[in-house]
């Protein structure tokens, strides 16, 4: 059986190269077709429209996956119709007319001070807290790396709201970060609750579960599309 395209799309604080770890991992799993978006995060209609730009590229079915923010991405993006199944990873899933900043609120991540906005409306994780907040699981050198090419969104983004979220229309997986200092637990539970995802994975990661923990990370994506095949 042939498998399905996977197009990744990143969040915030970071660009498609985050995806690193999972993209050999899928490699090694069988996929030949992996596609990594590279998000302006300057609204989330950009950032759907670039997501939505690159799935109507492909001739055949997507798995859609997402990452932190990514997953209203997915969320806003994910109703095409070659789209097959869902899968969240550390993710907000925003429903109709929630926005990433307002469930943030509802339960304040413990990095949450840790943020800064620029003088151009940007919001950047201050440097030097990116290792403890974002992916404290990881050795300190690839956090510095990440920490220095970290791609900040502008701050407006956070408050734009989902309109028709994915999750209600299409199989959706859920991968929970226990130790995320970034999205609260809490909120990623809400989340994956109401979504009756298909399954939730839970990890004894950071928001960084990408990186950390690529191999059941791609296992994840892998029973998504095993579940949805033909």
Avoid at 133 to 140: G, H, I, K, R, V
Avoid at 198 to 224: G, K, M
């Amino acid at each position: 059986m042939s498998k399905p395209a996977v197009v990744l799309v990143h969040g915030f604080w970071g660009g498609a190269a985050h995806w690193a770890k999972v993209i050999l991992e899928l490699r090694a799993l069988g996929y030949t077709d992996i596609r990594a978006v590279e998000n302006p995060l300057t609204s989330l209609a950009d950032d759907a429209e670039r997501t939505r730009k690159m799935v109507a590229q492909v001739q055949g079915p997507v798995v859609l996956v997402g990452h932190s923010y990514g997953g209203a991405v997915i969320s806003q993006a994910g109703n095409q119709d070659n789209v097959k199944a869902l899968v969240f990873i550390a993710a907000f899933a925003p429903d109709a007319g929630e926005s990433p900043g307002g469930i943030t609120q509802q339960h304040l991540p413990e990095a949450a001070p840790n943020l800064a906005p620029d003088s151009d409306g940007y919001l950047w994780l201050n440097p030097a807290k990116f290792h403890e907040s974002f992916c404290q699981d990881l050795p300190a050198d690839q956090a510095f790396v990440m920490a220095v090419t970290q791609k900040a969104p502008l701050a407006s983004t956070f408050g734009d709201n989902v309109t028709d979220p994915a999750w209600k229309h299409k199989p959706s997986w859920y991968q929970l970060s226990s130790q995320d200092r970034m999205i609260h637990p809490a909120n990623q539970k809400a989340m994956s609750d109401r979504m009756n995802a298909r399954r939730v994975l839970t990890l004894d990661a950071s928001h960084a579960s990408l990186a950390s923990h690529a191999d059941e990370v791609a296992a994840l994506i892998d029973e998504a599309a095993k579940a949805t095949a033909g």
